[in-house]
Nanobody, 128 residues
Framework: QVQLVESGGGLVHTGGSLRLSCAAS????????MGWFRQAPGKEQKFVAT????????SYGDFVKGRFTISRDNAENTVYLQMNSLKPEDTAIYYC?????????????????????WGQGTQVTVSS
């Protein structure tokens, strides 16, 4: 069992930055890919970013356009999402997710169905 706890959300103005963190429990963190997703009120869940086990392979949603960076520290069991140049449309609850065996659990993935464990989410609000 893996527990994920997100932090770092908050209220920022347009153009501001936030760094989200996701702390994972368990000894398997370094062997599984991680992802960030978000959901705004009344909208479908959207893929934000993903990273493979060693951090070499990353992928982002089209809307990110170079503004966000996903990274991980396997020694600290933590994955990060650095968000810059934030816009009001980035307002959402951001969720951290972890893959797990079986399957290609080490590979980065943009599909929410590939993730087994989810955090409780952290609210990000960007004011105009």
């Amino acid at each position: 069992q893996v527990q994920l706890v997100e932090s770092g959300g908050g209220l920022v103005h347009t153009g501001g930055s936030l760094r989200l963190s996701c702390a994972a429990s368990g000894r398997t963190f370094s062997s599984v890919a991680m992802g960030w997703f978000r959901q705004a009120p009344g909208k479908e869940q959207k893929f934000v970013a993903t990273i493979n086990t060693n951090g070499v392979i990353t992928s982002y949603g089209d809307f990110v356009k170079g503004r966000f960076t996903i990274s991980r520290d396997n020694a600290e069991n933590t994955v990060y999402l650095q968000m810059n140049s934030l816009k009001p449309e980035d307002t959402a609850i951001y969720y951290c997710a972890a893959r797990a065996p079986p399957g290609s659990y080490y590979a980065a993935s943009s599909s929410p169905g590939d993730y087994v464990y989810w955090g409780q989410g952290t609210q990000v609000t960007v004011s105009s």
